[in-house]
């Protein structure tokens, strides 16, 4: 597999590929924290949780449409704003969501499986019926166009720079509402004993609507983030979805850091075998790697102790 490589040349290219990896990995890390919330703190499976990202990335694909034509002026600045709708866009989706859909099919796994599944198939229906089936891609700000070299042979793009600071971002705030805030001091009440925290006042109603709508909104600013490095099609999100699942499960449900870790090691070997071989194999030896720890740890890497 290394045959023909100098030293030098393979460390140029796990260097280039294990940057490559870093972006996916920010990517995998925004959709698996979104899931992760989901899945982890709630015990639903939401397959259109791809879909969530793809809204996000088309309301990026139009905010970027509008300052073009109204805002040219201030279209450097367009993606931020294009963060904050996207989150409003897909958290207030889920809201609904949850609302007229997953609230009647609490602790009945396989009907929430079936009845996301169907969802991920209206929104594919809804986004290619109005966007259209062709990919659409965002004009990237100036300041985002080109790359930091930092050997002869290695060049960082700063979009990849944006995305993974971006990604530590809302890391660093997701943990901060998980961990260290009295919201997330009642999503943990409700995890552990859903009758106790009833019984102190906690509305459990609330906390699940809120906490869906927090993961889809994530879920929202990784489609934005996504739009920096793909284009955006009506099916892009069953891409990422069984990625984001395996990210989810390999580390461990409802642990921020089994998330951050699982993503990072499935993102770098991943990109790193890519280069050596065609894209499914290195997908189908990831996952051999992954079902095969998970079959000597079950629970994944991290595992968070909670009393039912």
Not at 270 to 275: A, D, G, S, V
Request: glycine letters at 10%; charged letters at 10%.
């Amino acid at each position: 597999m290394f045959d023909g490589y100098t030293a030098s040349e393979l460390m140029a290219i796990f260097a280039m590929q294990g940057f490559a990896g870093l972006i996916l990995f920010s990517v995998l890390v925004l959709m698996a924290l979104g899931l992760a919330i989901i899945f982890g703190q709630m015990g639903v499976i939401n397959m259109a949780h791809g879909e969530f990202m793809i809204l996000g990335a088309y309301v990026t694909y139009l905010t970027s449409l509008f300052f073009e034509a109204y805002l040219p002026g201030l279209s450097s600045i367009y993606f931020f704003v294009a963060i904050v709708l996207a989150f409003i866009a897909a958290a207030s989706l889920g809201a609904f969501v949850e609302w007229a859909l997953i609230r009647r099919l609490y602790k009945r796994p396989l009907d929430t499986l079936l009845a996301t599944w169907g969802l991920s198939l209206i929104l594919q229906q809804t986004y290619r019926s109005v966007f259209g089936g062709r990919e659409k891609g965002v004009s990237l700000p100036d300041w985002m166009m080109g790359s930091i070299p930092v050997t002869d042979l290695v060049e960082i793009p700063i979009n990849g720079i944006f995305v993974m600071v971006l990604t530590l971002i809302i890391t660093l705030a997701v943990y901060f509402i998980m961990q260290r805030s009295q919201w997330g001091a009642k999503v943990r009440a409700v995890v552990q004993n859903r009758p106790m925290a009833a019984a102190v006042g906690i509305n459990t109603s609330i906390v699940d609507r809120m906490t869906f709508a927090l993961g889809c909104g994530i879920a929202g600013i990784a489609g934005s983030a996504f739009t920096m490095i793909g284009s955006t099609g009506p099916t892009s999100g069953q891409l990422y979805i069984v990625d984001t699942f395996m990210v989810v499960v390999f580390g461990g449900a409802a642990n921020l850091m089994g998330t951050i870790a699982s993503a990072f090691t499935i993102s770098q070997a991943q990109t790193i075998l890519e280069f050596f071989m065609s894209g499914s194999i290195a997908k189908v030896l990831t996952l051999g790697m992954v079902v095969g720890i998970l079959m000597l740890r079950p629970q994944g890497l991290f595992v968070l102790k909670i009393r039912r």
